[in-house]
């Protein structure tokens, strides 16, 4: 790869990365300044429509997506996709900015084993990109979709009987699995519209991410609100993301992952830094919701 590619590449993705950051901090904070929403209720967009905040979030949303696809103009996925999971790291720090907080040292390390694991997971476990536009067939994609709809309602369940950090991870854990979703079927529509730009409109793929993809954004706005703090819920959501659209990738589309015993173990080891990192700082979270109840 020319390292002229990897000079417009990089500074894009993390550019990206802080974006993406800012408005997930953005859009916690101004969730927080609504009304509480029931889970999955529309209403809740309707009144943060109208807090700039909320809307600023969106237009940085918009503006490290751009940059995500500058950086994947000029760099493979491999290279793109670990730096954009920094974007935990920023949200937390902007996050403690505009709640006029001290960034918390924990919290902080806890996001860096998050993100340093995710990364190192994505190195050696992504599978190969097909481009397949055709589902598999067998039990496989059936198990996969069961259990995927499985961690959805449990997580959905727990948000419901549970409370305090527990629903909100709950909450987490859905709206993970959603984003998952959405972005693994948005790789089959980009597929179909590279081989005719109407063909997405005559497959039930494109009609299926229409519904799971706002699925995914309101339950996250629900999560934003009901969570004390950002990072341990945003950890969850941006840990299941990629995991679930490697499962996609395997046992929908057909994909291949390295069959290295050494890679299968980096990974496997990387995935325990992931919990770990997310162990630490819900564990945080909790402690210092405790010490503060009133963080806001």
Known sequence: MPTSSLVVAVPAAVTGAALMGLASAAQARATKQVDRARTLDPALLS?????PLWLAGIAATVAGLVLQLVALA??????VQPLLVTSLIFAGFFSARLEHRPPDAVLAAGSV???????VFMVLARPGETG?????????????ALTLAALTVAGLAVSVLASGAAAVL?????TGVL??????????????AREDLLAPFTHPVLYVVCVVGPM????????????????PALAVITALDPLVGVAIGLWWLGETATTDPAAITGAAVAGLVVLAGVVVL???ATRLTHETPEVR
Do not use: D, I, W
């Open 179 to 192: 984003y998952g979703v959405t972005a693994g079927l948005m790789k089959v529509v980009a597929g179909q």
């Open 170 to 174: 709950g909450l987490a854990v859905a």
């Open 113 to 119: 084993l998050c993100v340093a694991g995710l990364a």
């Open 282 to 284: 819900a564990a945080r």
């Open 47 to 51: 009144r943060l429509v109208r807090r």
């Open 216 to 231: 995914g954004f309101l339950l996250s706005q629900n999560t934003f609100q009901r969570g004390e703090f950002l990072t």
């Open 132 to 144: 397949t536009t055709t589902f598999v067939s067998g039990p496989a994609p059936v198990a996969l």
């Open 74 to 79: 000029f760099a493979p996925l491999l290279v």
